[in-house]
């Protein structure tokens, strides 16, 4: 079965600073792997996603993700945070077929002054 | 506005009532979901519909029913709902059955029972 691990519950970064949300995963076969954003109070939007070719994917807000199989890990990255991107931070594996989207537990995301 | 919309928002409701909430998206796509996000902000699949046919049922209470009238809209039903169900529930759309290009979601209805 397909399942994500997001190492890190909180992360506080000062504003400016690079940032780096780490996402392990498990799966069978080569993986469809996403990144979600939520703001409080809203729903989930998507980020970015990885299904095949360059390990090196580029999303929206300034947000890229480098897949690596070897390590099994697909992190977001983003050089310099602004006080708005403060949010909780949910990769996916998945889905393919009749499986699910399977989403981590989540990374919150505080920017400090 | 292309979207997926929930309502309500926020539903406050005693133990023991009956409540729907109610999911359209305008996307075009063939596929919605439910979600269930507990208060840690864990997010787990209880439904997904393709064309009006379910195709996932996670092991979800019965007294909770999806309801899919057309593949715009995919209504949740709960009865007697208990304390342990109050969450944010979420609907989700994707384009094709699997999902690959990533779902869409909603902004979420906020179920507290008292």
């Known amino acids: 079965a397909q399942s994500v691990t997001q190492p890190d519950i909180h992360i506080t970064v000062s504003e400016g600073a690079s940032l780096e949300l780490r996402c392990n995963y498990s799966?069978?076969?080569?993986?469809?792997l996403f990144w979600y954003v939520q703001s409080p109070g809203q729903g989930l939007q998507l980020l970015l996603k990885?299904?095949?070719?360059?390990?090196l994917v580029q999303g929206i807000k300034g947000f890229e993700a480098e897949f690596k199989r070897s390590q099994s890990s697909f992190n977001l990255r983003k050089p310099s945070v602004h006080w708005s991107d403060a949010a909780e931070y949910f990769c996916?594996?998945?889905?393919?077929?009749?499986?699910?989207?399977?989403f981590g537990t989540g990374t919150r995301l505080t920017i400090i002054p | 506005d292309t979207a997926v919309s929930q309502t309500p928002k926020y539903l406050v409701t005693q133990m023991g009532n009956d409540k729907s909430i109610k999911c359209e998206q305008n996307?075009?796509?063939?596929?919605m979901y439910w979600y269930k996000q507990d208060s840690k902000k864990f997010l787990k699949i209880m439904f997904s519909?393709?064309?009006?046919?379910?195709?996932i049922n996670e092991t979800v209470p019965n007294r909770f029913s999806p309801k899919s009238p057309d593949k715009a809209h995919l209504n949740l039903h709960i009865n007697s709902l208990e304390l342990g169900d109050s969450a944010v529930y979420f609907c989700?759309?994707?384009?094709?059955?699997?999902?690959?290009?990533?779902?869409?979601f909603g902004s979420g209805t906020r179920l507290t029972v008292v």
């Open positions: 799966y069978g076969a080569t993986p469809y």
């Open positions: 996916a594996v998945g889905p393919f077929g009749n499986e699910k989207l399977t």
């Open positions: 519909y393709n064309n009006k046919e379910l195709i």
């Open positions: 990885y299904f095949s070719g360059d390990t």
């Open positions: 989700a759309s994707s384009l094709e059955s699997d999902g690959v290009s990533g779902y869409t």
């Open positions: 996307l075009g796509h063939d596929t």
